[in-house]
């Protein structure tokens, strides 16, 4: 069996064809949407303005059961799950951009 325990052997998993064609098939399933948001209820859409910008959400293919704790799952399409790369980060317990503890401030007083 194929083991996905190393950067390099899960590095060279997802940039394989046969990952990339799972790929493309889990996002076409789940409508290009984050399915964590869709749960909740939230309108998920694929890019937004800012700052009259156009700007896309970035959009991940999720393992439900990590390839390097169970590598049988690994292109198993039920395995699989569309998230936005926040609710990607969340589920991995990776929170970026928190807002910062405001210091001491004697101006409010």
Known sequence: ???YKTKEQKRRFYRSKEWESLRQQALKR???ECQHCKREGKVHINSRKVDGEKKSIEINVHHKYEIEFYPQLALMLDNLETLCLNCHNKTHGRVFNQAKKKK???ERW
């Open 104 to 106: 001491w401030d004697d």
């Open 30 to 32: 789940d409508n290009y």
């Open 1 to 3: 069996m194929i083991e």
